[in-house]
């Protein structure tokens, strides 16, 4: 069975930092992109960054460039997101999922097969 479980969220000031983490099992890495999605309250899945472990090619959104980094552990089991210069608009709940490789990387949710249950950020001005 295919899961993936973040963990990381929590309460932080404006400026401040958090590390996510989603753990996988069930899959191989390697055949799959690992992208994290976040939502905001009334609002729809957006796409933040995404890793392709196969290659450790990286793509990020506008909005993360510069400021998150994604990165996966040499075991290939868990992928992590590290946010820094958050800001109230980085408020959601932030879910990873996965996507067989063999379909390209994709930045809509549709395109994404597993999710996990999320993990919600809050940032205060």
């Known amino acids: 069975q295919k899961q993936l479980v973040e963990s990381g969220g929590g309460l932080v000031q404006s400026g401040g930092s958090l590390r996510l983490s989603c753990a996988t099992s069930g899959l191989i890495l390697d055949f799959f992109v690992i992208a994290w999605f976040r939502q905001a309250p009334a609002k729809g899945r957006e796409w933040v960054s995404l890793?392709?472990?196969?290659?450790?090619?990286?793509l990020y959104s506008d909005s993360a460039k510069g400021r998150f980094t994604i990165t996966r552990d040499n075991a290939k089991t868990t992928v992590f997101l590290q946010m820094n210069n958050l800001r109230p608009d980085d408020t959601g709940v932030y879910y990873c999922?996965?996507?067989?490789?063999?379909?390209?990387?994709?930045?809509?949710?549709?395109?994404?097969?597993?999710w996990g249950q999320g993990t919600q950020v809050t940032v205060s001005a």
């Open positions: 999922a996965a996507r067989d490789r063999f379909y390209g990387k994709g930045t809509q949710d549709y395109e994404y097969q597993y």
């Open positions: 890793i392709d472990t196969a290659d450790d090619e990286t």
